[in-house]
């Protein structure tokens, strides 16, 4: 029996695709291994959001292969899209898969590891994927790719252009994820809301399809696009479905000028409209709160002190989400941002980045604070961690609780302390 080791770097996405080459591969007879237990083949997952991201990706490629020289290493990835001949050019690597040869990766390792070289399988443009390590929840890629092509982002160019499978066949698949007994998924892709485009369907289609799926109790979105996350959509979400009031949404400015310049597709005025349409439908005195988990993106070319104090002003008095993911600019070849010329100092990203985690600690202390005395339902997952069991409140408060075997992957109403 072959043993593969399985490597991934990034997004939910990356997690949900190589979960999916790992069950096809163990149907076909591979054992899943840690990379350290003497897998004889690797297939690392890349990601390439920041140049932080394709060194890394680099330098455990060159780990695995110190480790075992033997090893066959597969990679695939948006950094393997991007920069295939790279990763080629590095001792070991046996073969790249670029985005459009993601429904090759299993067939192919078949094919090598029985002698033969490639395969004749055809290329998929959609490869269908989900996540199903943890008992209790599973990422669902329902999309790919993306249009919007902001000024910033080499994903666009990495995973192509938006696309996705038809309703008719993501319903089969939240089918099966109910029969391994999971009760929560997360809808997942590039830019999740823009499902549709290549179906003539609409993600509020999507949604209210997925909400019959018998089995399934709960649902979040990973992460939408504030124009994609309609009005219809939230009034139908507050009237009582089994999707959760929990929202990741990119905000990445709190001011015009900038979100102008990296060619968003709204200004803050439409987004404080939306955050405050969605609490105003789905918050009730006393009741949970929405959580709201914001991207924002720090030092982008041409942001001084001034247009920085517009951000954090913004979410600090008008947004105040419960977490804001912060990521300081990154600079990627070939986008028009990267050949501005007003690039903002590495040190001054970093001090913003720093006063933005102390506001997102607040925020997030202020918000949980919130909840003392109330009841939630908790998911509560598998694992017992020294006698202890955690669980996320519908809008993904983490709970922990004394370990209770009967609680575990079922949803329990408690008091929030
Ligand atoms: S919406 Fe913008 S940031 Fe998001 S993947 Fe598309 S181009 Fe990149």
Known sequence: MHKISYITLGCKLNYAETSTYERELSRAGFQAVPWTKGADIFLVNTCTVTEHSDKKSRNIIRK?????????????????QLKKA??????????????????????????IVSGGDCCGHDIGTFFPAYSSGERTRSFLKVQDGCDYKCHYCTVPYARGESRNIP????????????????????????????????????????IRELNEVEGIERYRISSIEPNLLTEEMVDWIASGTKFLPHFHIPLQSGCDTILREMGRRYDTAAFAHKIQYIRQKMEVPGGL???????????????????????????????????????????????????????????????????LEALCQKLHEEFVSAHKGLTGKVLFESTDRNGMMEGYTENYIRVTAPYDSAAINNIVEIEIK
């Open 64 to 80: 695995l292969h110190r480790q075992n020289p033997e090893a066959l290493i597969f990679v695939t990835g948006c950094y393997a």
């Open 86 to 111: 790279e990763i080629e050019a590095i001792e070991g690597v046996r073969k790249v898969f670029g985005a459009t040869e993601k429904g090759l990766i299993v067939p192919t390792i078949i094919d």
């Open 167 to 206: 309703i008719a066949e993501i319903i089969p698949l939240a089918k099966a994820i109910a029969a391994e007994g999971i009760k929560e998924i997360v809808l997942t892709g590039v830019n999740t809301g823009d499902f549709g485009r290549s179906t003539g369907e609409t993600f509020y289609d999507l």
């Open 289 to 355: 709160k929405v959580f709201f988990g914001i991207d924002v993106i720090v030092g982008f070319p041409g942001e001084t002190d001034e247009l920085f104090e517009e951000t954090y002003t913004f979410l600090r008095d008008v947004v105040r989400p419960a977490f804001i993911h912060i990521f300081p600019y990154s600079r990627r070849a070939g986008t028009p941002a990267a050949s501005r010329k007003d690039q903002v100092q590495d040190s001054v990203k970093t001090l913003r980045v720093q006063r």
